[in-house]
């Protein structure tokens, strides 16, 4: 360091003391060791955040696929598939009489299938019976008994079948309250508004785990008149 002297031009060196240039190095130093801590420890705690969010991410995933383990399981509890047992072989006489001789006040429909019936049996059960008119075959047979042993909380139960020498029937529980279609669409198919959008995808939902179902027990040609149940 240098310094003036009064009066004179010519600088006259001084001697910095020693400890003085010690503690400004020592200072120095220190302050790069905080630094250096102070991003020491930043670095780690964005090592320790990152692992975090990892461990939680995993966690979720991990819950996710109990969730849907556990959702597969109950779903193809409902789907179990009884065996190939007979269905039931309803008679001519027996399904004429319920129908009180096919009496058209007791017509609740028409489909794919023919004309739907409401009829009461002997034991006192409602049903509903499709009727068509058609040549018999052991191939009507093999459907009913197939459409039968699909049991689905969404699918209304085939109770049996008649054929006789002109005409063939479906047996069904009978719902009250008609199919999804008759909840959509009027007599001329025009859309209905008697259903919310919350009800219409709870419907595709459901309809959507039937076909998964019973797409792996039944041919597709076979679930086309297949009934599904509206609650």
């Not at 969404?154 to 109770?159: A, D, E, F, T």
């Amino acid at each position: 360091m240098y310094y003036y002297k009064e009066g004179g031009d010519i600088p006259v060196p001084t001697i910095t003391p020693y400890s003085s240039y010690e503690d400004a190095k020592n200072r120095k130093h220190r302050t790069q060791v905080i630094a250096a801590a102070g991003a020491g420890a930043g670095a780690a705690l964005l090592v320790a955040m990152a692992l975090t969010i990892v461990y939680l991410c995993l966690m979720h995933a991990k819950r996710s696929a109990r969730r849907t383990s556990a959702a597969t399981a109950s779903s193809s509890q409902h789907c179990e598939e009884t065996s190939m047992r007979k269905q039931r072989s309803f008679t001519f006489n027996e399904l004429e009489q319920a129908t009180a001789s096919f009496n058209q006040k007791n017509i609740v429909g028409q489909g794919g299938f023919g004309t739907v019936y409401k009829g009461l049996l002997q034991n006192g059960s409602l049903v509903a019976i499709k009727r068509r008119f058609h040549q018999p075959s052991q191939h009507f047979i093999q459907q009913a008994m197939n459409i039968g042993s699909i049991q689905h909380k969404h699918i209304v139960k085939l109770r049996g079948y008649c054929q006789d020498a002109h005409q063939q029937m479906l047996v069904y529980d009978y719902f009250p309250n008609s199919n999804v279609g008759f909840h959509l669409y009027d007599a001329e198919g025009l859309p209905l508004g008697k259903l919310d959008i919350q009800q219409r995808l709870s419907i595709a939902l459901d309809a959507a785990k039937v076909f998964t179902c019973a797409g792996t027990t039944c041919p597709a040609h076979e679930l086309q008149n297949k009934q599904c149940s509206c609650g």
